[in-house]
């Protein structure tokens, strides 16, 4: 059974920082490509940030560009969302997404597998 697990999310004060992972069982993340969501209540779900699988070339939203990182480690199957600066706009759930391996842009509807997301909250 394919599965996608986040984890990381929680409450930060302004200018914190949270470290987003992204977790596979039942199939390996390095032939695919993944993207991080979010998307805040009443809000359409956003993309974030996204990491090719063909070339890992990255991709990030102009709202997080210099705030954001995404990175692999496919030793542990996982892909991570380094968030510093956090600012309370960034206030979310966060999904991560698998889709093919030569695509990963931004853009939700190439995303075929979705984790159940992570709440980040951002607020003093």
């Known amino acids: 059974q394919l599965q996608l697990v986040e984890s990381g999310g929680g409450l930060v004060q302004p200018g914190g920082s949270l470290r987003l992972s992204c977790t596979a069982s039942?199939?390996?993340?390095?032939?695919?490509?993944i993207g991080w969501f979010r998307q805040a209540p009443g809000k359409e779900r956003e993309g974030v940030s996204s990491i090719r699988g063909s070339d890992s070339s990255t991709y990030y939203a102009d709202s997080v560009k210099g705030r954001f990182t995404i990175s692999r480690d496919n030793a542990e199957n996982t892909v991570y969302l380094q968030m510093n600066s956090l600012k309370p706009e960034d206030t979310a759930v966060y999904y991560c997404?698998?889709?093919?391996?030569?695509?990963?842009?931004?853009?939700?509807?190439?995303?075929?597998?979705w984790g159940q997301g992570t709440q980040v909250s951002v607020s003093s």
């Open positions: 997404a698998a889709g093919p391996i030569s695509w990963g842009t931004l853009y939700r509807n190439e995303y075929d597998y």
């Open positions: 039942g199939f390996s993340l390095d032939n695919y490509s």
